[in-house]
């Protein structure tokens, strides 16, 4: 079983930054793909970045990019994004999500899918004022 713990949301101006960590417990983090997913009050849960187990890929929604940064240090078993000229649109409960590869796998077909992972966070809360 993999626990994931997320941290470092908060409450921020518009084009300020937050980095967001994930750590997650159980397993071998680097045989891990990971993503993370946000949800906005009244909305359904979305996509925002993904990273391979190796870091070597890596996906964005695109409105995020250019301002989004995920990354990961498999040495200190800990996954990050990075949030740069944040927007009151990004505001949500962001979610850290993880996938074992193999059996699983991260492609351009399913990084975007929340089925392709199989185990979340409880989230940690991003604010945006405006």
């Known amino acids: 079983q993999v626990y994931l713990v997320e941290s470092g949301g908060g409450l921020v101006q518009a084009g300020a930054s937050l980095r967001l960590s994930c750590a997650p417990s159980g397993g071998t983090f680097s045989r891990y793909a990971m993503g993370w997913f946000r949800q906005a009050p009244g909305k359904e849960r979305e996509f925002v970045a993904a990273?391979?187990?190796?870091?070597?890929?890596?996906y964005y929604v695109d409105s995020v990019k250019g301002r989004f940064t995920i990354s990961r240090d498999n040495a200190e078993n800990t996954v990050y994004l990075q949030m740069n000229s944040l927007k009151p649109e990004d505001t949500g409960v962001y979610y850290c999500?993880?996938?074992?590869?193999?059996?699983?796998?991260?492609?351009?077909?399913?990084?975007?899918?929340?089925?392709?992972?199989?185990?979340w966070g409880q989230g940690t809360q991003v604010t945006v004022s405006s």
């Open positions: 999500a993880a996938v074992r590869t193999p059996p699983g796998y991260l492609s351009s077909r399913n990084y975007y899918k929340p089925n392709t992972y199989d185990y």
């Open positions: 990273i391979s187990w190796s870091g070597g890929s890596t």
